[in-house]
């Protein structure tokens, strides 16, 4: 019992740390002179007088996606995705502090791809494990459509980008919308909800079929 309570500890710890992320790059991006947060990226503020302070806050979220990822291998316990979920994750964690170290491109072009395209990934692995799960019924659909709604930000920022609007804006709503969705399964697993794998006698339990 103590195991598992320190287990949702970590969960709730590094599950949440994208909160701080972009709680993080939004106050910078309000107190650095100069800073437009609607029309530059959040990478931008690795070249201002914020540079150290945004550094960190990637790396520290980086670190925390990397730790949140052994939480998730641990909960997932087998079935679908149990080891592609986790590694995507981490891997995602990777480009996050690859982000920190190289503020230059085409490196950090590189860990940016890295870490969106990962992430994109994990949320449709996660729809294909929750599909089959009576559990979290709904997630499927939510986790489908949250990797949508990144892709068309992320559309928009690219467009943005090269005809000078609002580029910095989509990026965020981008981010946001993924840390909405990692909150949101926090929140679940916190309050008891299991990720691990559904066994055939609680499927039949929970649809009330027998074997």
């Known amino acids: 019992m103590q195991e598992r309570s320190n287990i949702r500890l970590i969960l709730l ?3 949440l740390g994208g909160i701080l992320f972009v709680a993080a790059f939004v106050v910078l991006g309000l107190i650095t002179p100069g800073y437009d947060s609607l029309h530059q990226t ?3 503020l690795e070249f201002t007088t914020s540079s150290l302070l945004q550094r960190i806050n990637f790396f520290l979220f ?3 996606l990397i730790i949140f990822a052994a939480v998730l291998r641990r909960e997932l316990n087998g079935g679908r995705g149990s080891v592609l979920i986790p590694l995507l994750q981490a891997i995602c964690g990777v480009g996050v502090i690859g982000d920190a170290i190289f503020i230059y491109e085409p ?3 590189v860990c940016d791809l890295i870490a969106f395209n ?3 990934l994990v949320l449709f692995l996660f729809a294909w494990r929750f599909s089959s799960d009576i559990r979290w019924r709904g997630w499927a659909g939510y986790s489908i459509l949250t990797a949508i709604v990144m892709m068309i930000f992320l559309t928009a920022f690219g467009v943005a980008l090269h005809a000078g609007g609002w580029a910095g804006a989509f990026e965020k709503l ?3 919308t993924r840390t909405l969705w990692s ?3 926090v929140c679940a697993l916190y309050s008891g909800r299991r990720l691990d794998a559904v066994s055939s006698s609680v499927f039949s339990e ?3 079929r027998t074997s």
Do not use: Q
Request: hydrophobic fraction near 60%.
């Open 13 to 15: 710890a590094s599950g």
């Open 42 to 44: 959040i990478s931008a």
């Open 62 to 64: 980086g670190v925390l």
């Open 107 to 109: 490196l950090h072009l």
């Open 118 to 120: 990962a992430s994109l």
């Open 174 to 176: 981008a981010s946001m």
């Open 183 to 185: 909150v949101a399964l």
């Open 206 to 208: 929970s649809t009330g």
